[in-house]
């Protein structure tokens, strides 16, 4: 019983974190999230299938990695051209030594530069930054919704099976 709750306890404290690492980029959300629903498993409340807990294991992987890519494939959508979207991807890099601000200011500069070395032309630099601020944003949107789902399945099985 105690050890049940000491389950529960780190598993709901994990998915605070998670959700703090979904908007803080030093920290990947999903997956700290996904491991609140292993402790829950491991508790006598949580009864998740194995498919479940696979299908939230590659769910949380795939959407780490996307976090990763979108910020890219923004700033190509946003009329990018091979130099922003490398500019955009070291930007990124550099950015990580300058966390949490950094990641979102490197992409943006690095795909602002890029586009300026191309082309000198400010004004497609400028869109193309904004691709990839905006492929940023929606990466912290796509790993809030998944920590969330990982969250209502925590809550919602272990108040399935608790004995209130």
Request: proline fraction near 4%; charged fraction near 10%.
């Amino acid at each position: 019983m105690v050890l049940d709750i000491l389950l529960i306890a780190v598993g709901a404290l994990l998915l605070i974190v998670g959700l703090i690492g979904c908007v803080l980029p030093v920290l990947p959300g999903p997956p700290i999230s996904f491991l609140s629903l292993i402790l829950l498993q491991l508790s006598r409340w949580g009864d998740f299938s194995s498919r479940f807990l696979w299908m939230a294991a590659f769910l949380a992987i795939m959407v780490t990695v996307l976090d990763y890519l979108v910020p890219v494939w923004g700033t190509k959508r946003f009329g990018g051209t091979g130099k922003g979207i490398w500019g955009a991807s070291i930007g990124l890099v550099v950015g990580f030594f300058f966390a949490p601000w950094g990641i979102v200011v490197g992409p943006f500069l690095g795909a602002f530069v890029g586009e300026m070395m191309a082309h000198d032309d400010s004004n497609r630099a400028i869109r193309a930054a904004f691709g990839s601020f905006v492929g940023i944003i929606a990466g912290v949107v796509l790993k809030l919704v998944v920590s969330g789902y990982f969250m209502w399945h925590f809550f919602k099985e272990l108040f399935a099976r608790a004995q209130i």
